[in-house]
């Protein structure tokens, strides 16, 4: 998993512009524009990337500092030269082993990140320790609706559009065969807010964006 999305670093914010038809900007600065402007606010951006929700974050006024944690170094090498900034840091880090002191994060946000995590309970019990009594935890990803027309043509898109598209961008054609496969594999949204209840978490928003392509959620530490 490391070495493959270490191989499409260099591709990967154009692929994923270019896959959403610019979708992606627009989600992210609604996502975060749920969390409260704090002046002082401390965020972890988990299986953060390249940086594209943290630099949302921090435009938005919504976090005083953010570090960026991922386990794919070319990932992050990315992020550093898009955030040169003394509020950002950029950590290399398992999101199931999460090198932080309890409570010490006001947010955890995570975009397209969670259904890549092998133990997803593991990995929000970590963030639920990490987060400060009141802390939310923002996800963006695709589990919408699983059934009508949109959902039709979204499933002939990813399965057939994207595999060709990521391979002529990125070169690498498996990579991109692993996304729609790991979207189908992850939690519906009654699912998912199962899960995150359990852990702890209780969700207190979840949103669909373009008709159900992707989902915003957002949970507060119970």
Same mark, same amino acid.
């Given at each position: 998993?490391?070495?493959?999305?270490?191989?499409?670093?260099?591709?990967?914010?154009?692929?994923?512009? *270019? =896959?959403?038809?610019?979708?992606?900007?627009?989600?992210?600065?609604?996502?975060?524009r749920?969390?409260?402007?704090?002046?002082?606010?401390?965020? /972890?951006? /988990?299986?953060?990337?390249?940086?594209?929700?943290?630099?949302?974050?921090?435009?938005?006024g919504?976090?005083?500092?953010?570090?960026?944690?991922?386990?794919? /170094?070319?990932?992050?090498?990315?992020?550093?030269?898009k955030l040169?900034?003394?509020?950002?840091? #950029?950590?290399? *880090?398992?999101?199931h #082993? =999460?090198?932080?002191?309890?409570?010490?994060?006001?947010?955890?946000?995570?975009?397209?990140? +969670?259904?890549?995590?092998a133990? =997803?309970?593991?990995? /929000?019990?970590?963030?639920?320790?990490? %987060?400060?009594?009141?802390g &939310?935890?923002?996800?963006? &990803?695709?589990?919408?609706?699983?059934?009508?027309p949109?959902?039709?043509?979204?499933?002939?898109?990813?399965q057939?559009?994207?595999? %060709? *598209?990521?391979?002529?961008?990125?070169?690498?054609?498996?990579?991109?065969?692993?996304?729609?496969?790991?979207v189908?594999?992850?939690?519906?949204?009654?699912?998912?807010?199962?899960?995150?209840?359990? @852990?702890?978490?209780?969700?207190?928003?979840?949103?669909? =964006?373009? +008709?159900?392509? @992707?989902?915003?959620?957002?949970?507060?530490?119970?």
């Amino acid at each position: 998993m490391r070495d493959m999305f270490s191989g499409i670093a260099g591709a990967y914010d154009l692929l994923n512009h *270019v =896959l959403s038809g610019g979708c992606d900007v627009l989600w992210r600065r609604r996502a975060v524009r749920r969390l409260p402007a704090r002046p002082r606010a401390r965020a /972890l951006d /988990l299986c953060g990337g390249t940086g594209d929700f943290a630099r949302a974050l921090l435009s938005a006024g919504r976090a005083h500092s953010v570090v960026i944690a991922d386990f794919a /170094l070319p990932m992050l090498a990315r992020a550093r030269r898009k955030l040169p900034h003394a509020s950002v840091s #950029f950590h290399a *880090v398992d999101a199931h #082993f =999460l090198p932080y002191a309890d409570q010490c994060f006001d947010a955890v946000l995570c975009a397209f990140g +969670l259904r890549n995590v092998a133990d =997803l309970p593991r990995a /929000l019990a970590e963030v639920r320790r990490v %987060l400060a009594p009141g802390g &939310e935890l923002l996800v963006l &990803e695709f589990m919408g609706a699983r059934r009508g027309p949109c959902y039709c043509l979204f499933s002939l898109y990813f399965q057939y559009v994207l595999p %060709l *598209v990521g391979r002529i961008i990125s070169g690498n054609r498996d990579a991109y065969l692993y996304l729609p496969e790991s979207v189908r594999r992850f939690h519906s949204r009654r699912d998912f807010s199962e899960l995150l209840a359990q @852990s702890g978490l209780r969700v207190t928003l979840q949103r669909d =964006l373009q +008709l159900g392509i @992707s989902t915003i959620t957002l949970a507060e530490k119970a």
